[in-house]
């Protein structure tokens, strides 16, 4: 089964760009989504099937994915973008988060 | 507008059964290509998925999770429930249901979650 490790902080200055990316043994076919997590809060779909993003997210989100590593970059980075990050896909049916990214906007 | 609320206990004792209620609103189970689905995330660690109903009731399980989950919908009240047994306290978590469609393949609505503490 895919297992997805993820970095487990990113700082990024303020206004600078940010990158999180999500390592798998066995991407294959399989598409990525990232979410976004602030404290006490509910996930939010960031980015949906590698690269398209949901009705009112930021063009500052984008995704991309290479071999087995999908990778979220968040350009001019603002201070509301601190939050917990987590790639997910589907493998065979059954779901698979990442261990979740800690990003800090300095 | 799509909502999804779920409820259930808050405190659970050891070896107990959980029972977790997803009520929503916005969209019906029945359409094709709709599933519901939950996740949960123990204080301060990364998401976990257990499972997910599709429109058509076929059923899915986290293979590590699979001998003590149990998923089942009512379509005509708008309704996901999960049912876990044998509760652990390292089962302690914030418990979501969100929504999915085949179009997006991910969680693109998700409910406010709910906290259940295993805890004799």
């Known amino acids: 089964s895919n297992e997805l490790t993820q970095p487990l902080s990113v700082s990024v200055a303020l206004g600078q760009t940010a990158t999180i990316t999500c390592g798998g043994s066995n991407f294959g076919t399989k598409n990525v989504h990232w979410y976004q997590q602030k404290p006490g809060q509910a996930p939010v779909l960031v980015i949906y099937k590698n690269i398209n993003r949901p009705s009112g997210i930021p063009e500052r989100f984008s995704g991309s994915t290479s071999g087995n590593t999908a990778t979220l970059t968040i350009s001019r980075a603002q201070a509301g973008d601190e939050a917990d990050y987590y790639c997910h896909l589907w493998d065979i049916s059954t779901g698979v988060f990442g261990t979740g990214t800690k990003v800090t906007v300095l | 507008q799509i909502t999804l609320k779920e409820s259930g206990p808050t405190l659970v004792k050891p070896t107990q059964t959980l029972t977790l209620t997803c009520t929503f609103s916005?969209?019906?189970?029945?359409?094709?290509?709709?599933?519901v689905g939950w996740i949960r995330q123990p204080p301060g660690k990364a998401l976990e998925w257990l499972s997910l109903?599709?429109?058509?009731?076929?059923?899915r399980y986290s293979p590590s999770l699979k001998s003590r989950l149990t998923i089942t919908k009512d379509t005509s009240k708008n309704l996901v429930v999960l049912t876990m047994t044998n509760l652990d306290p390292v089962d302690t978590a914030t418990y979501y249901c969100?929504?999915?469609?085949?179009?997006?393949?991910?969680?693109?609505?998700w409910g406010q979650g709910t906290l259940v503490t295993v805890s004799s």
């Open positions: 109903i599709y429109w058509d009731d076929d059923k």
């Open positions: 969100a929504h999915r469609r085949n179009i997006v393949e991910a969680f693109d609505y």
């Open positions: 916005g969209f019906s189970l029945s359409t094709s290509g709709v599933g």
